[in-house]
């Protein structure tokens, strides 16, 4: 039985991740680390608890105490490296918060799993460890920078982050690979585009977009919304994640696309519509609107102040993990964004869960009103 321990295992990739192991994987116990943050709800996983194989702790990456513990009572053998804050408006208002959690939190993962792992020295001096162990850090294609109107990120781009999120992102994704050389611990790094799917907190795009529709407010986008981001549907990027941490090549990064590039308008416009039609096609869904679905169209969106230092367009290019592990992004985001949007139709409760609170009060200071 291996024993994956899973940071930030409550949040919208982390739960998906999750999920995603305990329905393909018989062998493998995860323990959830989640200190439960705005976007961490536990009854994202609830369900989920109920099979023998997940364990649930509440606790912070950058404890001492917290890591080691679980360590030493599940004796991880795996980490997968989800936690971190990760929302770039949240970061220019609070840089440091993201500096902490992302950077030394991920220091300490890596600090108590060379700790756990090593059981020898080698003639050199270098540390020998178990067999079978991994770090795998998640990260971002935020960390490249920003493409102009051609051109992908591959795997040799230059790390140029322009916000104090993708910053942080890029300082520990250095120090992981730091590990890997002065430590040789085994890592692997994944670095992915936009995601979107279920469990999403709509603080992004994509759900904020659904929820405001189904309330009836103006839609925000950011400057003109020629934007242009790569949406990856959350399941296939799992399945990467999954890919990497069982047969990638030790010190390696991979880029995980999904070859879905979009200006954030036209993600804007397409949900507009997409909602619009399952709303009229399916009278059942009508109990998630809280408005006229006669106000459903393009005149809610308003566009507002550009972010500051916003990047112009992400793009990835995938080839490394597909020529070397198989993978190609097996969701349409023609397909994807209507499945997104049917689970949010269909989940409201959860959606009205995590959207209390904190929320309300972000979502005030950033564009107005509720």
């Known amino acids: ?68 513990s679980v360590f030493e009572k599940y004796s991880i053998d795996t980490v997968v490296n989800f936690a971190a804050e990760s929302h770039v408006d949240r970061s220019i208002e609070n840089p440091q918060l993201f500096l902490e959690t992302n950077i030394l939190g991920t220091q300490n993962l890596l600090d108590t799993a060379r700790k756990f792992w090593a059981v020898e020295k080698d003639s050199t001096g270098y540390p020998v460890y178990q067999k079978g162990v991994k770090f795998l850090q998640v990260s971002t294609d935020e960390v490249y920078g920003s493409l102009g109107e051609t051109g992908y990120f591959t795997e040799t781009t230059p790390l140029n982050p322009r916000s104090p999120y993708s910053a942080s992102k890029a300082a520990a ?11 040789k611990m085994p890592v692997n790094i994944t670095r992915c585009s936009n995601n979107y799917g279920p469990y999403h907190f709509p603080e992004k795009l994509i759900p904020l977009i659904i929820k405001n529709i189904l309330e009836g407010k103006k ?27 069982t047969r990638g090549r030790l010190g390696q990064v991979y880029n995980v696309g999904g070859h879905n590039e979009m200006k954030n308008i036209d993600i804007v416009r ?32 308003t566009f507002v102040k550009d972010r ?16 070397e592990l198989g993978w190609t992004p097996e ?17 409201q409760n959860w959606v009205d869960e995590v959207t209390s ?14």
Request: charged letters at 25%; aromatic letters at 12%.
């Open 219 to 245: 839609l925000p986008v950011y400057g003109d919304g020629s934007n242009v981001r790569d949406w990856l549907y959350v399941e296939d990027h799992c399945n990467a994640i999954d890919l990497v941490v």
């Open 308 to 323: 500051l230092g916003h990047d112009r367009r992400y793009a990835i290019d995938p080839a490394k993990i597909s020529s």
């Open 270 to 301: 397409l949900t507009i519509s997409t909602v619009r039609r399952l709303l009229e096609e399916n009278p059942e869904y009508k109990k998630a609107l809280k408005t006229d679905i006669i106000n459903i169209n393009d005149n809610l969106i």
């Open 331 to 347: 969701t349409r985001f023609a397909d994807g964004i209507v499945k997104t949007i049917r689970w949010y139709l269909e989940n």
């Open 357 to 370: 609170g904190d929320y309300q009060k972000y979502y005030r200071q950033m564009y107005g009103s509720e």
């Open 1 to 68: 039985m291996k024993h994956y321990l899973v940071t930030g295992g409550a949040g919208f990739i982390g739960s998906n991740f999750v999920k995603y192991i305990l329905k393909k994987h018989t062998d493998i116990q995860i323990i959830v680390l989640d200190d439960l943050t705005y976007a961490g709800n536990l009854g994202t996983i609830s369900k989920d608890l109920e099979d023998s194989r997940l364990e649930f702790i509440k606790g912070n990456i950058v404890s001492h105490e917290t890591v080691e």
């Open 173 to 183: 994704d250095f120090i992981v690979l730091a590990y890997a050389e002065t430590y």
